[in-house]
């Protein structure tokens, strides 16, 4: 690894720059993620995002609950956490929920925004805030990892994860927080309950070297005793006004990078760095409200690789009370992605117990049914000249360009009741067969110079008989 990056590396990365305009700006010794490892990427399209920490156990939006808390929260919530017992956790049965559910992925946090850790760190918090008696609202002194190994769990929750998603031949990504509201040489971040507005590396030189210390090491740890990852999903990012983070964070981006060529970074806190953004809670739009047609040569151009996030539920984390979204939604959400050039990842948490809302994995028994049926136009395609034609129909493409899927997400009224399909986006391609996905059965199929009509069997009226109760997918060869 002395001589990083090679030549080699260097050459991919001018290609790579070529072709994502995002990638653009980085120092000349920084390589993005390996072609190999963006290729990876883009052919897993389902993933699922995993947020599990001590919020699961007080209804918390996430870590977020905490900037509302008041200092008797707080201190709950510090102890609590190290109370913390989730003896129902399994790794190798969410990995046996994700895998059959189709999913070829997951990311899980390593650490969220209350700094608490989920794996054996072994740096160490040496200021935190004080809750109680004569410390209440002052920084005092301590000397503790706050993390799960400091629980009765003592188990490296992370160490589990990764272990069982390479049993199950699932891509590993993890999540880490540059921010941190529990260390208190933290207290920076906009976003922080406890920032302290006249913090600055000269007001608190000490401190500040320890943040970037700790920040480092641990980003090190994650990177290094985990194996090869094939995505480090960083969050929010640190103030670069009155610190100068940024040229301290590139130089431990620099460090991870040899650590792990092929992983793709998301690009909070570390822009031009970052080989991948995420759009959350929302997918991509080229068109005004209720256009029919979009423009493709718009979201060829979106300047590095992505991936759609969205919450199964009304949050990403566990809440005891909560309504989740049906399997339909997370399959019209992911074809959508996919024919979109990206991909999705739906996000849910376990419970403080460590096991799954039924309703979770009811959805992903619906989605696996589903994607043993049309899979093959989801994975390891890429998008078709068109995205879309109408309200409920999809494209993609295989890689070779050798065949197009057209995705139906509804049949008109509700259900199948036409005996042909007109499909005008298929105009100037040569069809050369017609299939449907999922069964052996070829199909007639006409082509004129406006569109191509194609013959459904009459048995496919009997919604019993059809892959799959939701849509349909056409296969066609393409010349």
Excluded at 57 to 75: D, I, P, R, V, Y
Excluded at 301 to 309: L, N, S, V, Y
Excluded at 433 to 461: C, H, M, Y
């Amino acid at each position: 690894m002395n001589d990083f990056p090679t030549s080699e590396q260097l050459a991919a990365e001018q290609r790579k720059q070529d072709k994502y305009s995002d990638y653009r700006g980085v120092d000349r010794d920084y390589v993005h993620a390996s072609e190999a490892g963006i290729e990876r990427f883009l052919d897993r399209k389902f993933g699922l995002r995993i947020h599990w920490g001590p919020y699961c156990m007080f209804n918390f939006k996430e870590s977020w609950g905490l900037t509302q808390a008041g200092h008797g929260l707080q201190a709950e919530y510090e102890r609590r956490a190290l109370e913390w017992n989730p003896q129902k956790f399994d790794a190798d049965e969410w990995m046996t929920m994700i895998k059959n559910g189709g999913a070829q992925f997951f990311s899980f946090t390593t650490k969220h925004l209350d700094g608490f850790s989920m794996f054996d760190t072994k740096t160490r918090v040496r200021r935190r805030m004080g809750h109680t008696g004569a410390d209440r609202g002052r920084i005092v002194e301590c000397d503790l990892a706050y993390s799960i190994m400091e629980t009765p769990f003592k188990r490296d929750v992370v160490r589990e994860l990764v272990d069982a998603g390479r049993r199950h031949d699932l891509g590993i990504g993890l999540y880490f927080s540059h921010i941190d509201w529990f260390n208190m040489d933290y207290r920076c971040d906009q976003w922080n309950p406890y920032l302290d507005k006249t913090y600055t590396p000269e007001s608190d030189p000490e401190g500040y070297a320890r943040l970037l210390d700790r920040h480092r090491a641990q980003l090190l740890e994650v990177c290094s005793n985990y194996g090869p990852l094939d995505v480090l999903s960083l969050d929010m990012n640190l103030p670069d006004e009155k610190f100068g983070f940024t040229k301290d964070i590139i130089a431990t981006i620099k460090m991870i990078r040899r650590l792990q060529p092929d992983a793709l970074f998301r690009n909070r806190g570390i822009g031009a760095y970052g080989d991948h953004h995420t759009p959350e809670r929302k997918l991509p739009s080229e068109t005004a409200a209720g256009a029919e047609h979009y423009d493709q040569l718009n979201l060829s151009k979106m300047g590095r690789p992505w991936k759609a996030i969205y919450p199964g539920s009304t949050n990403f984390s566990y809440m005891s009370t909560d309504e989740y979204k049906p399997g339909e939604w997370i399959i019209d959400n992911l074809v959508d992605a996919t024919a979109k050039g990206g991909t999705f990842q739906v996000g849910y948490g376990p419970g403080p117990d460590g096991s799954f809302h039924k309703d979770v994995k009811d959805r992903f028994e619906y989605t696996g049914a589903w994607l043993r049926a049309y899979g093959e136009a989801i994975y390891a395609t890429r998008p078709f000249d068109t995205y879309q034609e109408g309200r409920h129909m999809r494209f993609t493409r295989s890689k070779d360009g050798k065949t197009v899927y057209a995705i139906f997400l509804r049949w008109p009224g509700g259900h199948f009741s036409v005996d042909s399909l007109r499909i005008a986006a298929l105009n100037g391609k040569k069809m050369t067969s017609a299939s449907l996905l999922g069964t052996e059965e070829s199909l007639r199929f006409k082509q004129d110079d406006t569109s191509v009509t194609v013959n459904i069997p009459e048995w496919f009226r009997d919604e019993e008989k059809r892959p799959s109760r939701k849509g349909a997918v056409v296969k066609f060869g393409v010349e």
